[in-house]
């Protein structure tokens, strides 16, 4: 339970350090695009969140790996398929 605790903190972290950059990203793209406008018009034009920015964690690793340690254990997984 610790490790896949670690592990959902580091994917949390990560999904926050994404969305950072994408956010960053944002701003330098519509800081860009208000530098080469031309008129006050075009200003209106720049898009200031031209990218959505995700920012939910991805625990799939987490969970498989604790899944695993959990078989290795002597658990027993069990897998279900919706069809």
């Known amino acids: 339970m610790t490790t896949k605790q670690v592990c959902y ?3 949390g ?4 350090n994404n969305a ?3 956010h960053q990203q944002n701003n330098f793209s519509y800081q860009a695009c208000v530098n080469r406008a031309q ?5 209106k034009k720049c898009n200031p969140n ?3 920015c ?3 964690p991805n625990y799939w690793q987490c ?3 604790y899944r ?3 078989a290795t254990c002597g658990g027993t997984v069990n897998v279900y398929k919706n069809e």
């Open 9 to 11: 903190n580091a994917m």
């Open 13 to 16: 972290q990560q999904a926050q």
């Open 20 to 22: 950072n950059a994408c």
């Open 39 to 43: 008129s006050h018009d075009d200003v």
């Open 50 to 52: 031209p990218q959505y």
């Open 54 to 56: 995700p920012t939910n």
């Open 63 to 65: 969970d498989e790996s």
């Open 68 to 70: 695993q340690c959990f």
